[in-house]
């Protein structure tokens, strides 16, 4: 016999956690580090300022309103993590501009000093402190490449965030197909 607590939580799955999530880590950081880069480097008034910042933040924002939307909406979850991906692209673009337009060098990704900011990614508690020399005390030439390389990984992990819900999602279906399933099992062990 089912009772309903167990109907309960199974109906709705654990959800939220985002703050446990490497891509939400990840996009944290690259938000804080535009803000500050903005700060230091682009005009307040000016629309690219407000652009850049809004950009980083609606990658964060939209790791968050997907995993809070999950228990109820994988189809909500996997739109929004395609929507801070592709804000962080917007961004990405945004600082490759910068660099362009102000005859920077676009570091590759074997360049000595990219790599080195990869590694950094191999921290296990990093934070935008593990960052902050790169973005606050260096030129702009280097701060822009050093958020160009979060945002690649954070990127990198977004993809690999919604393939693995799009194959949850394959595997275990939605809301709605739980809800029947739960129906479901409650009538047949009624009987």
């Given at each position: 016999?089912?009772?309903?607590?167990?109907i309960n939580?199974n109906?709705?799955p654990?959800?939220?956690?985002y703050?446990?999530?490497?891509?939400?880590?990840?996009a944290?950081?690259?938000y804080d580090?535009?803000v500050?880069?903005?700060?230091?480097?682009?005009?307040?008034r000016?629309?690219?300022f407000?652009?850049?910042v809004?950009a980083?933040r609606?990658g964060?924002?939209?790791?968050?309103?997907?995993s809070?939307a999950?228990?109820?909406?994988k189809k909500?979850e996997?739109?929004?993590?395609?929507i801070?991906?592709?804000?962080?692209?917007e961004?990405?673009q945004?600082f490759?501009?910068?660099?362009?337009?102000?005859?920077?060098k676009?570091w590759q990704k074997n360049d000595?000093?990219a790599?080195?900011i990869?590694?950094?990614g191999?921290?296990?508690d990093r934070s935008?402190?593990?960052?902050r020399t790169y973005i606050?005390s260096?030129?702009?030439?280097v701060?822009?490449?050093?958020?160009i390389c979060?945002?690649h990984?954070?990127?990198?992990?977004?993809?690999?965030?919604?393939r693995?819900?799009?194959e949850?999602?394959l595997?275990?279906?939605?809301?709605?197909?739980?809800?029947?399933?739960?129906?479901?099992?409650?009538?047949?062990n009624?009987?």
């Open positions: 016999m089912i009772n309903n607590n167990d939580n109906l709705i654990p959800h939220g956690g703050r446990n999530l490497v891509s939400y880590q990840m944290e950081i690259v580090a535009t500050k880069f903005c700060e230091r480097f682009i005009d307040k000016s629309r690219t407000d652009q850049m809004q980083a609606s964060k924002q939209n790791i968050v309103e997907g809070m999950s228990g109820t909406s909500t996997l739109k929004l993590i395609g801070a991906r592709a804000s962080l692209e961004l990405l945004d490759e501009d910068y660099l362009r337009q102000n005859g920077f676009l000595t000093k790599v080195e990869r590694q950094l191999r921290i296990k935008y402190m593990s960052y606050e260096a030129s702009p030439e701060a822009a490449n050093t958020i979060l945002i990984q954070t990127n990198y992990l977004l993809d690999q965030q919604k693995s819900l799009e949850q999602f595997r275990e279906g939605g809301f709605t197909e739980r809800m029947y399933r739960l129906r479901k099992n409650f009538r047949d009624k009987q």
